[in-house]
T-cell receptor, first 112, second 114 residues
Framework: TQLLEQSPQFLSIQEGENLTVYCNSSSVFSSLQWYRQEPGEGPVLLVTVVTGGEVKKLKRLTFQFGDARKDSSLHITAAQPGDTGLYLCAGAPTDSWGKLQFGAGTQVVVTP | DAGVIQSPRHEVTEMGQEVTLRCKPISGHNSLFWYRQTMMRGLELLIYFNNNVPIDDSGMPEDRFSAKMPNASFSTLKIQPSEPRDSAVYFC????????????FGPGTRLTVL
């Protein structure tokens, strides 16, 4: 099993602050995804990164895939209460047949 | 467009009872996944199907759990007999082979076994 470790487990910040969530593994992934899950709902895909070193921006969210395709980070600039949620990273092993390995998640709370 | 549909949304049952969870994937998607989410263990893959055929059921906890996909638009996850430790939120997700690895999740079924 290729484990994905997320840190921190929990993050509470004030509106307007920046935050970074990390996703690390000792294994190589063919791609890595970030999902956000809100209470009572299923996870929703935010982004997929495929190439080592890739950086993708989605408004105030910046996603980076490590050069070796073993780790990733999610950075949120000027966080807003609407960013509150559980952020999950998910890696596709190189022989996954479509399977994803999910991290345990980072609970982010942004207070006004 | 309708997303992944799951029913029921909530289920409360007593230990020893049979529980059946249902899922309708997005039309045209050829892969379907069943997950279980708990605070302690996070999101765990139980089983997944490709073109209605079970590909990997290594995540199914034990023989009390079974899953079927009789056709491309319907799948069930059955627990018989249920136990309190089965209490969790169960998600169904589907994906199309042309969308990369993106999985589309249903709203989940919150199961409580007393």
């Amino acid at each position: 099993t290729q484990l994905l470790e997320q840190s921190p487990q929990f993050l509470s910040i004030q509106e307007g602050e920046n935050l970074t969530v990390y996703c690390n593994s000792s294994s190589v992934f063919s791609s890595l995804q970030w999902y956000r899950q809100e209470p009572g709902e299923g996870p929703v895909l935010l982004v997929t990164v495929v190439t080592g070193g890739e950086v993708k921006k989605l408004k105030r969210l910046t996603f980076q895939f490590g050069d070796a395709r073993k780790d990733s980070s999610l950075h949120i600039t000027a966080a807003q209460p609407g960013d509150t949620g559980l952020y999950l990273c998910a890696g596709a092993p190189t022989d996954s047949w479509g399977k994803l390995q999910f991290g345990a998640g980072t609970q982010v709370v942004v207070t006004p | 467009d309708a997303g992944v549909i799951q029913s029921p949304r909530h289920e409360v049952t007593e230990m020893g009872q049979e529980v059946t969870l249902r899922c309708k994937p997005i039309s045209g998607h050829n892969s379907l996944f069943w997950y279980r989410q708990t605070m302690m263990r996070g999101l765990e893959l139980l089983i997944y199907f490709n073109n209605n055929v079970p590909i990997d059921d290594s995540g199914m906890p034990e023989d009390r759990f079974s899953a079927k996909m009789p056709n491309a638009s319907f799948s069930t996850l059955k627990i018989q007999p249920s136990e309190p430790r089965d209490s969790a939120v169960y998600f169904c997700a589907s994906r199309t082979g042309t969308s990369g690895n993106e999985q589309f999740f249903g709203p989940g079924t919150r199961l409580t076994v007393l």
